[in-house]
Every structure is written in structure tokens, then in C-alpha cells.
């Protein structure tokens, strides 16, 4: 049911980003999606994502929060995909020298959707967090 109209509901309507789609994650590792009430695939998560969703994904067994855990291997697909072809062994030798990932991820077309610029967190944060987690499992 909608709030009757007034200045102030109309002013934070408009502000508030969209509430993260959150999906469960259970010990057997399927996926809940707690919005259709159904089990879903990570290519339904990855749709979600292209058309401009927030994701959460939360461990139900812990209750944790495990979304980078469980959105990175479409990272990975991602970058494996923008490897192909003749520069990509260059590439990825030129990444793993520089400990950058940033020149392996391919540019985001030029319209971003509204869901992606209001995320708390940009994609920048999550690579250079994802960089960090590199390096350190290198230093082992």
C-alpha cells in the first residue's frame, strides 16, 4: 500500500536505492531466492545483475554474508571471456605481473543503470578488494 502523498515521503522515495535482492544460500549450496520463493541458478543471478539488480547472498546456515564468495566465479567467466583470442595469454601475464585484475575486466557499456550507480559499494571497491585477496593468498 502506498504512503498518502506529502513533501517529505515524495523526497525520500526518490533518494532510496533499491532494496538488495537477497538469496539464500544453503548448506547443500543451492540457491533461494527469498523474492519468487524458488531455487535459482547463478545464470538467473547473473541476469538479475545485468539488468541492474543488487544481489546479497547470505549463508543460511551461518548467516553470513558470502555474496563475493559465491558472485566471483562469474567474475572469473567474465574475464576468461575477454581473454580469448591472440593477446589474451599477454594479457593475463601482463595482470598477474602488475597484481592488477583492472585491465582484464571489460569496460561496462556507457549507460549504467540507475540500480548500479546507487550500489554502496562500486565495482572498483569489490576488484581492488578481490586484488587484495590475491595478493595475500600469494604471500602464503
Request: hydrophobic share 35%; glycine share 2%; aromatic share 4%.
Amino acid at each position: 500500500m502506498r504512503e498518502p502523498y506529502n513533501e517529505s515521503s515524495s523526497e525520500r522515495s526518490t533518494a532510496e536505492p533499491p532494496a538488495p535482492r537477497e538469496v539464500r544460500r544453503y548448506p547443500n549450496r543451492r540457491l533461494y531466492d527469498s523474492r519468487s520463493r524458488s531455487y535459482v541458478t547463478i545464470a538467473q543471478i547473473r541476469s538479475w545483475i545485468e539488468a541492474g539488480e543488487i544481489v546479497r547472498v547470505i549463508d543460511l546456515a551461518t548467516n553470513e554474508d558470502v555474496t563475493v564468495t559465491t558472485l566471483t566465479p562469474l567474475l572469473v567467466a567474465l574475464i576468461e571471456r575477454g581473454l580469448q583470442g591472440p593477446d589474451g595469454v599477454a594479457a593475463l601475464n601482463a595482470a598477474i605481473r602488475q597484481r592488477s585484475l583492472a585491465e582484464l575486466v571489460p569496460k561496462p557499456p556507457d549507460v549504467t543503470p540507475p540500480a548500479v550507480t546507487s550500489a554502496p559499494r562500486s565495482l572498483q571497491e569489490r576488484l581492488e578488494e578481490l586484488e587484495l585477496r590475491v595478493a595475500r593468498l600469494e604471500q602464503r
